[in-house]
């Protein structure tokens, strides 16, 4: 129980038993007059008071006008007349109201970080040849930490020496383990299933892949959506609208009938607490946490309620190609020398000219290469965005790239007509050939796209790479709309274009690898970054991320956004149906106060069910 319910419940337990006691004195000791005011206010002052205190801090802030200033004025004018078992009764069950709120948000939010229990509790670092176990947050740059079977990774390092699996689920929401080795990336929150691994600390803990998704998650709902600030502003109005009602039957009917002016005023009172709006206030929050802890429960990050709002209304997906439509992984297919340079030169001098690049195209290269490059032979390397690399290699000027590469620099060339991308080398200003590469559609990439048709969604892909392999990717995954040989500010531009051309309403969302397209992410209505696991630039730039490699889980993100909002809409919808009902039926004097605020708990108690089952949706199928 957080401290706020601690609170909240010593307040209760206090009023409750004063009121007990009360009730006990007046009615076995016929006590009435003021000793019986007395004996009520001690008991309506322990339950109120934090309350009113509250209240008066609001009044400084010009934010009085919610449901507390309700049932101020309506417990408050009970006592005025004489009604002091109804006032502290009605206090009673208000403050009950809001200890089941507070217990609600709290189980919701103690839900999502169940979910996703990434936080390590502790790291084993090598010290000479024995082990001290230290907190993670101790744990400095390059110290060695030794991983057992069955514990969590405290923070994101490189194995240095033994093999073994990894569960990524808690992460990716990935099933299968992946099997690592000495080399591979070991990410924070993950967790060692067999074999002792070493591993050489390469994030402090503030800076892991833990620590940040839990950061994220925590402060999803600072993000507020436009259901949250409809709700805000709807009690601001709701609220002097309420108390003009409760005016207005206190004053009108009694000068019609004189005789009642008692019982008009009693239910003017209970109007005000009629129509408190908690379970409007409550359900709407919890049903957006519900929301974002399923998504992440499945390996989805969700950076606040309002990105689950705008999700529902997108119309138009762009997707970037290379590693997030196709697997990013490409292999050489051909290597075609011009001259007198030879297939092994060839290949040489791109895989030392791309030797510090980290881009796909470049790990493949030096894949092929089968050979261990000496970086020592390469010098002035120059990344060209857009075209390639420049560098000199053996203090010979080697350029290797795209079509645009040997275009601007004027070499003159000879094009490969075969699909797949190519990469054309250049030495000392001579074309000495193209290397061929070729890239893999992601198995899922299909469903995605056929999803998005069977819904009148729009798909849209864009791409640096030449005209052909992307008319190839395209017709592969029946994408309609294609933009090929696109320089970075290029897919900036056109999505500027797009945004300008939408109707009003409608939203566009980009989907990228997170890494190389943080600019088009950070300018789309929504940025989709996809296996964003350990990428900085995602986590920042993008509005959700997806942390495996798999653009299908985009379905189920939206059917999760558009499950809240239905889950809000009938929320909001109940509540206020069912506010105007106790109104009118306190108008008519069908209610008493406590019937009131009993029905306002059951209100508020139904739509907290109804928001609590978002954090159990269910991951579907295609």
């Known amino acids: 129980m957080t401290k706020e319910a601690k609170g909240k419940s010593c307040e209760i337990g206090a009023g409750l038993l004063l009121y007990i006691i009360a009730l006990a004195v007046t009615t076995l000791g016929n006590l009435t007059g003021m000793p019986e005011t007395v004996l009520f206010l001690l008991a309506y002052a322990a339950l109120s008071?934090?309350?009113y205190w509250e209240q008066l801090k609001k009044i400084a802030k010009k934010q009085f006008m919610d449901e507390n200033l309700l049932m101020i004025i309506a417990t408050a004018g009970a006592f005025a007349i004489?009604?002091?078992k109804e006032a502290v009764a009605a206090m009673l069950f208000y403050q009950v109201g809001k200890l089941v709120e507070e217990i609600s948000l709290s189980k919701t939010k103690k839900s999502i970080a169940r979910f996703i229990d990434i936080r390590p509790e502790y790291a084993n670092l090598k010290v000479g040849g024995t082990e001290k176990i230290v907190p993670p947050q101790e744990l400095m740059l390059g110290q060695i930490i030794v991983l057992k079977p069955g514990e969590k990774i405290p923070v994101d390092a490189v194995v240095t020496s033994g093999t073994?699996?990894?569960?990524?689920?808690?992460?990716?929401?990935?099933?299968?383990?992946?099997?690592?080795?000495?080399?591979?990336?070991?990410?924070?929150?993950?967790?060692?299933?067999?074999?002792?691994?070493?591993?050489?600390?390469?994030?402090?803990?503030?800076?892991?892949?833990?620590?940040?998704?839990?950061?994220?998650?925590?402060?999803?709902?600072?993000?507020?959506?436009?259901?949250?600030?409809?709700?805000?502003?709807?009690?601001?109005?709701?609220?002097?609208?309420?108390?003009?009602?409760?005016?207005?039957t206190v004053l009108l009917p009694p000068m019609m009938f004189i005789e009642a002016k008692g019982e008009w005023i009693y239910r003017g009172l209970i109007i005000l607490v009629a129509a408190c709006p908690c379970g409007l206030m409550v359900s709407i929050p919890l049903a957006f946490l519900g929301g974002i802890g399923s998504a992440a429960k499945q390996g989805v990050l969700i950076k606040g309620g309002i990105i689950l709002e705008k999700l529902t209304k997108v119309d138009t997906f762009v997707f970037d190609k290379t590693g997030t439509l196709t697997e990013g992984v490409f292999h050489v297919k051909d290597v075609v020398p011009f001259n007198k340079m030879t297939k092994q030169e060839l290949l040489e001098a791109a895989a030392l000219a791309e030797s510090y690049s980290k881009h796909p195209v470049a790990v493949s290269l030096r894949e092929e290469y089968g050979r261990e490059t000496d970086r020592t032979r390469v010098t002035d390397i120059e990344e060209q965005p857009g075209y390639g690399v420049r560098a000199m290699v053996d203090g010979r000027e080697v350029y290797a790239g795209n079509l645009r590469l040997m275009s601007r620099e004027r070499i003159r060339f000879q094009a490969a007509d075969e699909a797949g991308t190519a990469v054309y080398v250049a030495v000392d200003g001579e074309y000495a050939g193209y290397i061929r590469i070729a890239d893999v559609v992601r198995k899922d990439a299909m469903d995605l796209m056929r999803w998005l048709k069977r819904r009148d969604l729009s798909a849209v892909m864009l791409t640096g790479d030449n005209e052909q392999v992307a008319e190839d990717v395209a017709d592969e995954l029946g994408i309609e709309s294609v933009y090929a040989e696109l320089l970075p500010e290029d897919k900036v531009a056109l999505l500027e274009e797009f945004r300008e051309d939408q109707m009003e309403g409608e939203l566009l969302a980009f989907v990228g690898d997170g890494i190389n397209d943080a600019p088009v992410l950070a300018l789309a209505d929504i940025g989709i970054a996809m296996g964003g696991l350990g990428a900085d630039a995602a986590l920042e730039a993008a509005d959700i991320i997806l942390m495996e490699d798999e653009p299908s889980r985009i379905i189920n993100t939206v059917r999760i956004s558009k499950a809240t909002l239905r889950s809000v809409k009938q929320n909001m919808v109940f509540a206020i149906g069912m506010k105007v009902i106790l109104i009118a039926m306190a108008f008519f004097g069908f209610v008493t106060m406590q019937n009131a605020i009993i029905a306002d708990m059951a209100v508020m108690l139904i739509n907290i069910l109804n928001s609590f089952w978002m954090l159990q949706y269910p991951e579907q199928g295609v």
């Open 164 to 248: 073994g699996t990894v569960d990524m689920k808690a992460l990716t929401g990935e099933s299968k383990p992946r099997a690592v080795w000495k080399g591979s990336h070991l990410f924070s929150g993950t967790i060692n299933l067999n074999g002792v691994l070493e591993a050489r600390v390469v994030k402090r803990y503030n800076d892991s892949t833990a620590a940040k998704i839990m950061r994220l998650v925590e402060n999803a709902n600072e993000k507020r959506s436009e259901s949250i600030h409809f709700a805000d502003k709807f009690t601001k109005c709701y609220t002097p609208l309420v108390i003009l009602i409760a005016f207005l």
């Open 82 to 84: 004489g009604k002091h």
């Open 49 to 51: 008071a934090t309350t």
